[in-house]
DNA sequence: ACTGGCTCCTGAGGGC
DNA sequence: TGCCCTCAGGAGCCAG
């Protein structure tokens, strides 16, 4: 995508997480991506004026295409480029999302509250401490609120949690440094392997190049609720936490 | 200031 | 074989 000068934006279907900006294909024909880069789970396509931002929610995918090919369900954008490839955004759920970021003034209202990146330096026990303090949440809530630490979803919490041994019911505030420098971690462990294995794939992920991650053949504790516990034996519990499913084992994680 | 619940959507999977 | 119901999830928003 580097280097690749937009010739035309077609918007099949603007109804996704957020409504598509009317303004987009115009906002941006003409433009030429001059660097990729991310925020969070927002994705950056940089040009000269601003950025075209793309979140994949969780069913959404880019891939690269040549012509001629069919447009498939839920093919609800298409960037034509310079090259003759196509870029397309699918999407069966639309919990995606598609905007431009203009490069001033200010940030998007969408960035502007996000914490730390969990793979930079400033994410570590000693932040998620400051950032507890005095919080009742449960800790597992309290990774996954992106003002916290971005990036950090369902299945990535319930990994680090286990292998920090922290019970994903505690109150943040009650949970000692110490615990967080274990679980911060934890966390940079599981994102790291995570991306190693090309990413987690629960039912139809795919990436770029069509092909299927394999994280989940890692997984420790999620979508292994009443299977034996990998270090103790006993049985995983399967719970709903903030109205996602949570596996923990009762025994390892206090 | 916090916290918990709701919401969008489609497809997979289970029960009958 | 096929239908219908339930559940899954990212993350912003809002009520209490």
Redesign the pocket.
């Known amino acids: 995508m580097e280097g690749q000068h937009i010739t035309g934006v077609q918007v099949f279907e603007p109804?996704l997480?957020?409504p598509v900006d009317p303004g987009l294909a115009q906002t941006l024909t003409g433009l030429t991506v001059a660097r990729l880069s991310r925020r969070?789970?927002?994705l950056l396509f940089e040009t000269g004026s601003g950025a075209l931002m793309v979140?994949?929610?969780?069913?959404g995918s880019l891939q690269l295409k040549t012509p001629p090919f069919e447009r498939r369900?839920?093919d609800h954008v298409l960037w034509t480029l310079a090259s003759g490839a196509v870029l397309v955004f699918h999407d069966?759920?639309?919990?995606g999302s598609v905007h431009w970021l203009p490069s001033a003034p200010g940030v998007h209202?969408?960035?502007v509250?996000?914490g730390p990146e969990p793979l930079s330096s400033a994410f570590d026990g000693a932040y998620l401490a400051a950032q507890a303090?005095?919080?009742?949440?449960?800790v597992k809530?309290?990774l996954?609120?992106?003002?916290v630490v971005?990036?950090?979803?369902?299945?990535y919490?319930?990994e680090a949690l286990f292998l920090a041994g922290i019970h994903p019911r505690r109150?943040?505030?009650r949970i000692s440094v110490a615990r967080y420098e274990r679980l911060a971690e934890a966390v940079k462990g599981v994102l790291a392997q995570a991306i190693e294995a090309g990413g987690t794939t629960?039912?139809?992920f795919v990436d770029g190049t069509g092909q299927p991650g394999y994280f989940q053949q890692t997984l420790r504790a999620?979508?292994r609720a009443d299977q034996p516990c990998l270090t103790c034996g006993s049985a995983l519990k399967?719970i709903?936490l903030?109205?996602?499913?949570?596996v923990f084992c009762p025994r390892c994680q206090r």
């Open positions: 109804r997480r957020w969070a789970k927002y979140h994949l929610g969780m069913s369900r839920h069966p759920r639309r919990f209202p969408l960035l509250k996000l303090r005095g919080r009742k949440v449960p809530a309290f996954m609120d992106g003002a971005v990036g950090v979803g369902n299945i919490a319930t109150p943040a505030g629960l039912r139809d999620y979508g399967g709903r903030a109205q996602r499913a949570t």
